[in-house]
Nanobody, 115 residues
Framework: QVQLVESGGGLVQAGGSLRLSCTASTSIFSINTMGWYRQAPGKQRELVATISTGSSTNYADSVKGRFTISRDNAKNTVYLQMNSLKPEDTAVYYC?????????WGQGTQVTVSS
């Protein structure tokens, strides 16, 4: 398992921006896919964005054009830049690492968007 630590969450107004960070305990260069998921109160966890070792990215339809996932291999860190935030983006955001049978999760960071 990979240890993952998220940071960067907070309270912002609608239309504002936040950047989340996820730092891994091992080199993310050797991990197939890094991603961000989120879970709102009373709802199931859902995929937000992923990035592979081949640099391909995937986004949920609800965040396309607003969110950008990126990585810094030297820092073992994956980022999620969130722009034009909406109240419906309010959730706990979790970092995820997937490598063959490995599937690791961070503890999550709270994002709250006020209206």
């Amino acid at each position: 398992q990979v240890q993952l630590v998220e940071s960067g969450g907070g309270l912002v107004q609608a239309g504002g921006s936040l950047r989340l960070s996820c730092t891994a305990s091992t080199s993310i260069f050797s991990i197939n896919t890094m991603g961000w998921y989120r879970q709102a109160p009373g709802k199931q966890r859902e995929l937000v964005a992923t990035i592979s070792t081949g640099s391909s990215t995937n986004y949920a339809d609800s965040v396309k054009g607003r969110f950008t996932i990126s990585r810094d291999n030297a820092k073992n860190t994956v980022y999620l830049q969130m722009n034009s935030l909406k109240p419906e983006d309010t959730a706990v955001y979790y970092c995820n690492a997937r490598h063959y049978l490995l599937n690791s999760w961070g503890q999550g960071t709270q994002v709250t968007v006020s209206s």
